[in-house]
T-cell receptor, first 118, second 112 residues
């Protein structure tokens, strides 16, 4: 009963390096999200996906790319890491209850990735 | 103006006391609302959904005021374990891609 699994949990990069964060969910959820959280701030949406093969930009997409080739996986890529991308990254998934949001649409989160860019 | 705003706090609460705080949202088309709890940089966890008629779950009560565009969370008989950051989440709906927008969080510290 894994739920949402994020890898890696911690990573230190040098400016300009690239990396990919993996999010995997085993609940057959349609929607998946990538958020970042900075000190004193809530979660800000980077990119999201409403189904396999689809992605969309969120609030802070610059410097990131995503892919959803398989329904259970949502990858977040940093092509050329910058110190401003130092943050905690959370992946989440949920199943929508039709077109109208319902009050029981719970978000399931991974445990987060602490990324530091030096 | 941010889409979802919260007082960051901290709210320092004596154990056993009642604390309440609000979350305002800017989009009148917002359709569903939630309170999440987050402990010390761990992943957020759903505390409760907010129904139009209000919602109560034990010591926690959530209410929605559509006219003034805010939701509230009230915690009665505060426990030390209630110390956390409470995140307000708003879903605008299909027109906005069913994105879930988070507020900045309200930090609550319950002290003996």
């Amino acid at each position: 009963n894994a739920g949402v699994t994020q890898t890696p949990k911690f990573r230190v990069l040098k400016t300009g390096q690239s990396m990919t964060l993996l999010c995997a969910q085993d609940m057959n959820h349609e929607y998946m999200y990538w958020y970042r959280q900075d000190p004193g701030m809530g979660l800000r949406l980077i990119h999201y996906s409403v189904g396999e093969g689809t992605t969309a930009k969120g609030e802070v997409p610059d410097g990131y790319n995503v892919s959803r080739l398989k329904k259970q996986n949502f990858l977040l890529g940093l092509e050329s890491a910058a110190p401003s991308q130092t943050s905690v990254y959370f992946c989440a998934s949920r199943n929508p209850q039709g077109d109208i949001p319902a009050t029981n649409e719970k978000l399931f989160f991974g445990s987060g990735t602490q990324l530091s860019v030096l | 103006r941010k889409e979802v705003e919260q007082d960051p706090g901290p709210f320092n609460v004596p154990e056993g006391a009642t604390v309440a705080f609000n979350c305002t949202y800017s989009n009148s088309a917002s359709q569903s609302f939630f309170w999440y709890r987050q402990d010390c940089r761990k992943e957020p966890k759903l505390l409760m959904s907010v129904y139009s008629s209000g919602n109560e779950d034990g010591r926690f009560t959530a209410q929605l005021n559509r006219a003034s565009q805010y939701i509230s969370l009230l915690i009665r008989d505060s426990k030390l374990s209630d110390s956390a950051t409470y995140l307000c989440v708003v879903n605008i709906g299909l027109a906005a891609g069913n994105k879930l927008t988070f507020g900045g969080g309200t930090r609550v510290l319950v002290k003996p």
